[in-house]
């Protein structure tokens, strides 16, 4: 099923069920589709890792301290063991991406030769990545988790055990939003996107249920992730050509400058986008939430008043 919260299930089977299923999807990616293409089982692996630990911080409220951390731990160091793939092959679709867009600026050579460096980057990366036993071991983290996912200790249900844990999203959004901004550093800007990532998760989640608004906020917090993570991108290869380990080829220093002019337009865009996504108070967007979440459950369980055994595992 698609990773979302269907109205007339308990919020208690839709959390359990979304966690099974991403990871299912990440062993399946790294057991199976390893040996088929490397580089896309890596980045769907990473990506349903990051639902997964976004779904944890979502039931914050919900669920023990201990058994959260734990679960995030395990979830943290699997993701860090997969990342430097990414790094190699993000760092190529930017260059591809500067000379496409800056063409003509440039001799296509001098984006040509930074490329065949990052290419060479990319394949020592792989050769890692496909090894047997970091492979072996990443599974068995993954399905180790997978395993205690029936273990559990979800406290309550409904609304109340969502709520703390997205109003933090949005609160730390709206935070690091307002240091990143100030700073422009690539730290901040990084940790802006993470939250902004949680919370795009987070109403993903709960827009099946929470209308079209919500729908719509989801989206616009799909588009900010993604201009934040070209911007993200582009300070990789940046700071990679900017290492005196980098081999100086013709031309490094204007694409360096190309490189400084496109993340200055992604952050001035991704800026007056984040002063719309974040333009209600903490109290307001929980007001919103929770009323679109109650109207949500309302319609759900409308034609369900006649068998109230269906209504009452509806609502819980």
Known sequence: MAYKFEPDESVRHALTRCAREQLDRSVSELSDGIGTDPVEAIHSARKAIKKERSLLRLVRGAMPREQRRRE?????????????ARDAEVMIASIDELSDRFAGQLPE?????????????????????NCSVVDERVVQHLAAVRARVDEWQLRGGGWKSLESGLLRS????????????????????????????????????????????VRGHAKELDLLSDLLGDDHDLAL????LTQ???????????????IDHRRSELQTEATR?????????VKAYRRRMRRSWTVGRGLARAPLDENPRQLAAATR
């Open 72 to 84: 995030n731990a395990a979830l943290r160091e699997v993701g860090r063991s997969l990342s430097g």
């Open 109 to 129: 050579t001098a984006f040509q030769r930074i490329r065949e460096h990052l290419e060479a980057r990319r394949s020592a990366a792989a050769e890692l990545g």
């Open 170 to 213: 949005y609160e730390r959004g709206r935070q690091t939003f307002g240091r990143a901004r100030v700073s422009s550093e690539m730290e901040d800007l990084h940790s802006w996107r993470k939250r902004v990532k949680d919370l795009w998760y987070h109403e993903r989640l709960l827009a099946q249920i929470c209308g079209p608004t």
């Open 237 to 240: 290869l940046r700071h990679e």
């Open 244 to 258: 005196t380990t980098t081999p100086a080829t013709a031309g490094v220093d204007a694409v360096v400058n190309l």
């Open 273 to 281: 986008l984040g002063e719309r996504v974040y333009a209600e108070t």
